[in-house]
Structure formats: C-alpha cells, structure tokens
C-alpha cells in the first residue's frame, strides 16, 4: 500500500505534509516563472544621462546645489547618479494684464532648475530601472542633493552609447 494505517506515505511522511510541501513549491514556481518573464526585456546596467526639472524651487535651495553633488531619490533613498550640470534660471509665476493676457512674470526668491545626472540603469520598453524602481520622463518625485530636498520632474532620460 502506498498510505498505511497511519497515513503516511510508504510508512515515512504523513500524507497532508505531503500536499503541503507539493503546494508551497508549486506556488514558489508560479513566483518565480512570472518574476523571470517580467525582467526578460530588461538589458544590462547602461549609462544614461537624467534630467530633474523644477520651476518652484526656493533660491537658497537651488543655490547649494553643485556639479560633482550625488542625487537620491527621497522617498526609496536609492542613489541615482552624479551632477554633471546645473541650469538655474529667475523663477516665474505666470501674471494676467488688463486685457486678460497671460505672461512671465519674474518670482522673487525662486528659481527654475534643471540638474543632470549621470547614472547607471537597467533598460527596458517601460522605461529605466535603477535598482528596482522604474523611472519614465515626467515622473515626479522627491530629489535629495546634498542638504537640500525638493520636488522634481524627470525631464529626459538619454541613452549613452
């Protein structure tokens, strides 16, 4: 008999172990096989060139920031490259005239700012990856350079090859 008296399996393992053990492999496969079907179209680590923009950011935030500085995301404090330039312009804020135009109009004490970063990233059809977490142009987030932590959009992502 394949169960005993007792119920287990060849007088060695209790059958409802069995079916447990069976499961949980089972359910570890299905993980991993969808894992792995996920990362196929992702490439190995390239350099790529990020843009960080910011139109409302206070000037004695933007004014410590410098080349060389390192760049983190916030909120997973995961490092994301090294400035390699900075772009700070007057800060604006958009005015009305009598007749209801809108222009530019100067915004004391902002700037606008625009940081680019060399960094590391996986490629993929849905965007980088840096370590785990995926990042496509006009994603928001909170940038952390330095002393200084503001909110950014991701302007462009360039591909060196």
């Known amino acids: 008999m394949i169960i005993d008296n007792n119920g287990k399996l060849f007088g060695k ?77 007057n800060g604006f804020s958009f005015a009305y005239d009598d007749d209801g135009n809108a222009y530019k109009a100067l915004k004391e004490g902002y700037r606008e700012l625009e940081v680019t970063a060399k960094a590391k990233a996986q490629i993929s059809e849905a965007g980088i990856f840096i370590g785990r977490t995926r990042y496509n142009v006009g994603q928001f987030f909170v940038v952390r350079v330095g002393g200084s932590k503001y909110y950014a959009q991701v302007s462009g992502i360039e591909i060196v090859e």
């Open 13 to 89: 393992i209790n059958a409802v172990d069995f079916i447990v053990i069976i499961s949980v492999l089972g359910i570890c496969l299905f993980f991993y096989r969808l894992n792995a079907a996920s990362e196929k179209s992702i490439t190995s680590q390239k350099d790529v060139i990020l843009k960080f923009y910011s139109d409302d950011i206070i000037a004695g935030v933007a004014d410590i920031i410098s080349k060389g500085d390192n760049v983190f995301d916030d909120e997973k404090n995961l490092f994301l490259g090294e400035i390699t330039d900075i772009e700070i312009n």
